[in-house]
């Protein structure tokens, strides 16, 4: 028995920011200490708050270090795990309180959260299965092979109301209760790692903050609908979660969890690994499977669906990581208990990537439901710079800007949808005043022409038109005529494209024409970026009664656009000027603005 | 992501060679065994020259343009050698939102290459690249295996500094 239990944050966003070398400092310092009998050092899955890494929790008092460094390690050791004192100056602000320091669950940030599918993430060595079956683990693999029959497990998870978190929200019992109607002699079962989505990485640190859950669920999946193989396809971008998958299923295996007749019962399956190759489209479902038979991943007209004829022609599911992380407790705990949370028509929670412009970057799990206002002003800590909420995207290149007008929807499935939106894998990027719409508009058309696999024409050829016409307006060149322009060709790409990333790539563009056209039409009639972003709609001009003359400005500008006497105020020539803004981040009066 | 014909002469061992055969060997009568065949061949040449393909394409009996086909479509697969130093640039949208646009610029400007290019001297080659999941860390620059977290374009060259 260990007295102490210190938790060190092993998920890549803590890991960039230095926990080998913390936790190599932590083993000697703890050594040195003799310690060794009475701590455990435990290196888990991300904490979810990113943004303070390298994180330390120690338990049983749950307190939260951040911003570990290794030379604050001895103090950590010698203060707190010998002497029982807390090193207050380390802590997490937030959990500083005047009755003293709070365990980490009664912050802002952790406070609203419920975690199911991250439930075990910061909590247990991933690379242990002992630890997961610790924590319960493949106890629903066990109940499911043992006690309900294929058609039950399916019932329960139908009766969850649990939707497919990776995008579209297709009901995931529907999906398995579809693949087991159809007979063939061999079945698959798939999970979609490949999470593509710019600015989401729940998937990610499931994998690397549990993996065995996804083993676990897709062993479920595989004896609900009849597989006896399964594919995991993983971006090969994310090293650390191939490597404890890799370790999770050779432990699997070892204990008989995986392979032929698991708990004494004649249900067989395996589970391999497919490394993407770094390709937007695989993640959709169709594109994936021809990727996994080793072919360009080229997604395939629908019908059939994959569970008609998925994988090498044969009935498939895919479902993405964060649904199988949902699957083990909705076995365990029964699809009511499931079902009681979240709205009406979104059971369970969803994990979201807060990232952009908000304080407390990281993953957090809520209730379906939660409104944007609580995820971006209370858990996730509002906006840094006391700036103005300006709009949130979520959905990743297939989906749409959330403007404050809407700032208290409930977020689910169907409100997102209705508002040009929608959930997909659970991106969030929150923007302030000076990020230009038109111009996030083209970032994510710039993404898609890229990531147009080029099989259809309306997507290969339409999304190049539409970002063509967005790097117009950017440039200073557009007309009223081009949005109108723009509308058109969107309704067209999205009715005429083979796959999902070709049907929602314009959402980017109609979200942001719908919500923020006065942007646009700034950007065409004034000619100006009111957000201060496109470079050849900007003027820097230099205030006369705040300039004093000091000529820093004039000598620091490579074009030579700014002339004026010493002590007299200064003039920008606009015809000279390459707007590279040397001159403002130079001038010490904040004298040099831009209009 | 462009893909480009490398104008580098090929220069395979014979050592590279008998561990790819014994690679195809060991993969070979697996379904969908193509994609990490070709995972594996890169990680032995360090990048996908047609040769290499075309070794595939003879062990593996697959036509060569499909093997080509594979190669260009994954933006994981280069045609031409990395530089020693791979320094890549994150363009996810929470990075991108924090700048990372201004950093690819001076990061072109300091090495003098373009996006996907290499360095005369072979020392540095430039990717920007799709996010990598470090968001709370944005905007996120990678040199090899080494991360940096939130820089700005004015900490480029120092950290370019201590690779030359």
Same mark, same amino acid.
């Given at each position: ?16 920011? &230095? ?9 000697? !310092? ?81 406070? *609203? ?37 294929? !058609? ?6 139908? %009766? ?229 909420? *300006? ?54 058309? !710039? ?24 790097? *117009? ?45 006065? !942007? ?58 390459? *707007?590279?803004?040397?001159?403002? %981040? ?10 | ?30 379904? &969908? ?121 004015? %900490? ?9």
């Amino acid at each position: 028995m260990y007295r102490s239990h210190v938790l060190v944050c092993g998920g890549t966003g803590c890991t960039s920011s &230095g926990t080998p070398k913390v936790l190599e400092a932590l083993n000697k !310092e703890i050594k040195k200490a003799s310690l060794e009998k009475e701590v455990s050092v435990v290196q888990t899955g991300c904490h979810g708050l990113c943004a303070l890494g390298p994180i330390i929790v120690i338990y049983p008092e749950a307190t939260f270090y951040s911003m570990v460094k290794p030379e604050d390690v001895p103090e950590i050791v010698n203060e707190h795990l010998l002497k029982g004192r807390i090193v207050t100056r380390l802590v997490y602000d937030e959990t500083v309180t005047e009755e003293g320091i709070t365990s980490i669950n009664e912050t802002n940030f952790y406070k *609203k959260q419920h975690r199911i599918a991250l439930r075990n993430c910061g909590v247990i060595n991933p690379e242990s299965i002992d630890e997961y079956i610790a924590t319960n683990g493949y106890e629903a693999l066990g109940l499911a092979l043992t006690k309900y029959t294929p !058609e039950q497990v399916i019932q329960i998870i139908l %009766d969850s109301g649990l939707r497919g978190r990776g995008g579209g929200g297709f009901p995931t019992g529907l999906k398995w209760k579809l693949a087991k109607g159809n007979d063939a002699d061999q079945k698959y079962v798939c999970c979609n790692a490949d999470e593509g989505d710019p600015g989401a990485f729940m998937d990610r640190s499931v994998l690397e903050g549990d993996p065995h859950v996804v083993l676990e669920a897709m062993a479920i999946a595989g004896y609900a609908i009849g597989a006896s193989m399964g594919y995991i396809y993983i971006r090969a971008e994310y090293p650390i979660a191939v490597d404890r998958l890799t370790i999770a299923i050779n432990q699997a295996r070892e204990y008989g969890l995986l392979g032929n007749n698991i708990f004494g019962t004649d249900f067989n399956f395996d589970i391999e690994l497919r490394l993407g190759a770094g390709a937007f489209v695989c993640g959709e479902e169709t594109a994936l499977l021809t990727s996994i038979e080793g072919n360009r991943g080229e997604p395939r007209p629908r019908p059939p669906f994959p569970a008609q004829k998925g994988l090498f022609q044969k009935p498939t599911i895919l479902n993405n990581v964060e649904t199988y992380a949902n699957i083990p407790p909705i076995i365990l705990n029964g699809s009511d208990w499931f079902s009681s949370m979240g709205t009406e028509k979104a059971k369970g929670t969803k994990v979201f990537a807060l990232g952009g412009k908000i304080n407390n970057t990281g993953l957090v799990e809520i209730p379906m439901g939660t409104t944007l206002r609580e995820v971006v002003e209370e858990i996730g800590g509002g906006i840094p710079g006391g700036k103005k909420f *300006k709009a949130a995207q979520t959905g990743g290149p297939s989906g749409g800007c959330i403007p404050s007008s809407h700032y208290d929807i409930p977020i689910d499935y169907d409100n997102l949808l209705e508002i040009g939106s929608m959930m997909g894998s659970g991106g969030l990027i929150v923007m302030d005043e000076e990020n230009c719409m038109v111009d996030i508009a083209k970032f994510f058309l !710039e993404f898609t022409v890229d990531e147009s696999c080029g099989k259809c024409t309306p997507c290969r050829v339409g999304t190049k038109r539409l970002y063509e016409i967005l790097e *117009k307006i950017t440039a200073g060149n557009g007309t009223m005529e081009d949005l109108d322009k723009l509308e058109v060709l969107c309704k067209y790409i999205h009715e005429n494209s083979l796959c999902g990333l070709g049907q929602s790539a314009p959402n980017p563009v109609l979200s942001t024409l719908h919500f923020f056209k006065d !942007e646009y039409i700034a950007h065409v009639v004034d000619r100006k970026c009111p957000a201060g972003v496109c470079k050849a709609l900007l003027s820097y001009v230099i205030e006369a009664d705040l300039c004093k003359g000091c000529t820093l400005c004039s000598r620091s500008c490579p074009s030579d656009a700014i002339s004026g006497k010493v002590k007299e105020a200064h003039v920008i020539d606009q015809n000279k000027c390459i *707007k590279c803004g040397v001159c403002k %981040d130079k001038c010490r009066f904040g004298a040099i603005s831009i209009r | 992501m462009g893909v480009k014909q490398s104008t580098v002469p090929f220069a395979g061992t014979n050592e590279q060679y008998s561990k790819l055969l014994k690679v195809i060997e060991d993969h070979k009568n697996e379904k &969908g065994a193509l994609m990490p065949i070709m995972q594996k061949a890169q990680e032995i040449y360090g990048y996908l020259p047609i040769e290499v393909q075309s070794i595939i394409s003879n062990e593996m009996d697959i036509p060569l343009e499909k093997i080509y086909g594979i190669a260009t479509f994954y933006s994981q697969f280069s045609l031409s050698p990395k530089g020693k130093y791979v320094v890549s640039i994150c363009l996810g949208t929470a990075c991108y939102v924090k700048g990372a646009g201004d950093i690819l610029i001076k990061l072109k400007e300091l090495l003098n290459i373009s996006d996907g290019e290499c360095t005369p001297d072979g020392k540095f080659s430039l990717d920007s690249c799709r996010c990598i999941g470090a968001c709370g860390l944005a905007p996120v620059m990678m040199i090899n295996d080494d991360v940096y977290g939130k820089i700005t374009a004015d %900490d480029v060259e120092g950290i370019l500094a201590k690779y030359k």
